[in-house]
């Protein structure tokens, strides 16, 4: 089992910046495949990016590629989300994804969630 809890949210305009860490405790990060879903009210997890174990292959949504990096360090059990050129629509609460069996792409495949930090960009 591994417990994840996720930071950095917060409020920016829009075209800014934000940088969202996970930190995972519990077990060796290392054997989990990752990922970041978003969340609005009343809506399903939007996948948004996932990377492989060691970090060697990254994968975006259509909706946030070339905006958004995904990146791990196994040394810190830190995963991270880079957001630049930010727009309204991506205003959601954003959630770290885990899955040992294989990269999180849908949220049927997650297999551990945070509880979420909330991204807000104004126009």
């Known amino acids: 089992q591994v417990h994840l809890v996720e930071s950095g949210g917060g409020l920016v305009q829009a075209g800014g910046s934000l940088r969202l860490s996970c930190a995972a405790s519990g077990s060796t990060f290392s054997r989990f495949a990752m990922g970041w879903f978003r969340q609005n009210p009343g809506k399903e997890p939007e996948y948004v990016a996932a990377i492989t174990w060691s970090g060697g292959s990254a994968y975006y949504a259509a909706s946030v590629k070339g905006r958004f990096t995904i990146s791990r360090d196994n040394t810190k059990n830190t995963l991270y989300l880079e957001m630049n050129s930010l727009k309204p629509d991506d205003s959601a609460a954003y959630l770290c994804?885990?899955?040992?069996?294989?990269?999180?792409?849908?949220?049927?495949?997650?297999?551990?969630w945070g509880q979420g930090t909330q991204v807000t960009v104004t126009t």
């Open positions: 994804a885990a899955s040992a069996s294989r990269v999180p792409g849908s949220r049927e495949q997650v297999e551990y």
